[in-house]
């Protein structure tokens, strides 16, 4: 417990850290996915490669929040950080669960995978989420929306690793990720509605490193072959 006390103590230090660290796992990903995707052009590596962008982008915001509250910024900063925070962060999501479900779509090649008729529905659906959260003052619709994303991808991770190459360990890792990632997003729903919690926030914090470091080892993997 002590070790627990000493981390909340120092809570936004760590997480500007937390939040630079994933930022730079991301950048990686984004780096040798983007390397991937010019081999072989395949559509579901390119949203997954706009995923960790996005991911990557949410977190640097994370780390300038920690900052804001670390160095007694104003009220707007916050208010301007958090929105571009889950702005990125709902949109790496929708990007996430697309790289799964591009072929059954089947909505052909797009020019450009970050304005195209699909990403613009994700865009408007992430406008009234941000803007509904903030009218309120609550993020149920980002918990909410993220837990039915991670629902879906799990479910559709599953089916591809089951009916996919044995052979092809990141089905696996995938897998793994998309269920880690569900859990974290239900725990960090449980620790909202509980007051946020601290101990099971660094908890959640701990499962979103794992789940990161988690595709940066497949991804790494993938590349290396």
Same mark, same amino acid.
């Given at each position: 417990?002590?070790?627990?006390?000493?981390?909340?103590?120092?809570?936004?230090?760590?997480?500007?850290?937390?939040?630079?660290?994933?930022?730079?796992?991301?950048?990686?990903?984004?780096?040798?996915?983007?390397?991937?995707?010019?081999?072989?052009?395949?559509?579901?590596?390119?949203?997954?490669?706009?995923?960790?962008?996005?991911?990557?982008?949410?977190?640097?915001?994370?780390?300038?929040?920690?900052?804001?509250?670390?160095?007694? /910024?104003? *009220? !707007? &900063? @916050?208010?301007?950080?958090?929105?571009?925070?889950?702005?990125?962060?709902?949109? =790496?999501?929708?990007? +996430?669960?697309?790289?799964?479900?591009?072929?059954?779509?089947?909505?052909?090649?797009?020019?450009?995978?970050?304005?195209?008729?699909?990403?613009?529905?994700?865009?408007?659906?992430?406008?009234?989420?941000?803007?509904?959260?903030?009218?309120?003052?609550?993020?149920?619709?980002?918990?909410?929306?993220?837990?039915?994303?991670?629902?879906?991808?799990?479910?559709?991770?599953?089916?591809?690793?089951?009916?996919?190459?044995?052979?092809?360990? /990141?089905? *696996? !890792? &995938? @897998?793994?990720?998309?269920?880690?990632?569900?859990?974290?997003?239900?725990?960090? =729903?449980?620790?909202? +509605?509980?007051?946020?919690?601290?101990?099971?926030?660094?908890?959640?914090?701990?499962?979103?490193?794992?789940?990161?470091?988690?595709?940066?080892?497949?991804?790494?993997?993938?590349?290396?072959?």
């Amino acid at each position: 417990m002590e070790i627990y006390n000493l981390i909340i103590e120092n809570k936004d230090l760590l997480k500007i850290f937390y939040g630079i660290l994933i930022t730079l796992i991301c950048m990686i990903i984004v780096i040798k996915t983007n390397k991937l995707f010019k081999l072989s052009s395949h559509q579901g590596i390119r949203y997954f490669r706009n995923a960790f962008l996005f991911y990557g982008l949410a977190f640097l915001m994370r780390a300038f929040i920690a900052a804001v509250y670390l160095y007694k /910024f104003g *009220k !707007f &900063y @916050f208010l301007t950080l958090n929105i571009l925070f889950e702005f990125f962060l709902v949109m =790496a999501g929708f990007f +996430l669960l697309y790289s799964l479900l591009w072929k059954k779509l089947d909505l052909g090649p797009q020019k450009s995978s970050l304005a195209n008729p699909s990403v613009f529905i994700f865009y408007i659906m992430t406008f009234v989420i941000i803007l509904i959260d903030q009218l309120w003052q609550v993020y149920y619709l980002l918990f909410a929306s993220q837990i039915f994303i991670f629902l879906c991808a799990s479910i559709i991770s599953f089916s591809n690793f089951v009916t996919g190459d044995s052979r092809r360990r /990141f089905l *696996k !890792f &995938y @897998f793994i990720a998309m269920i880690l990632s569900l859990t974290a997003w239900i725990l960090n =729903a449980l620790a909202a +509605l509980s007051l946020w919690n601290q101990q099971l926030m660094l908890d959640v914090h701990l499962i979103n490193l794992v789940i990161f470091f988690l595709f940066l080892i497949g991804v790494v993997k993938i590349t290396q072959r």
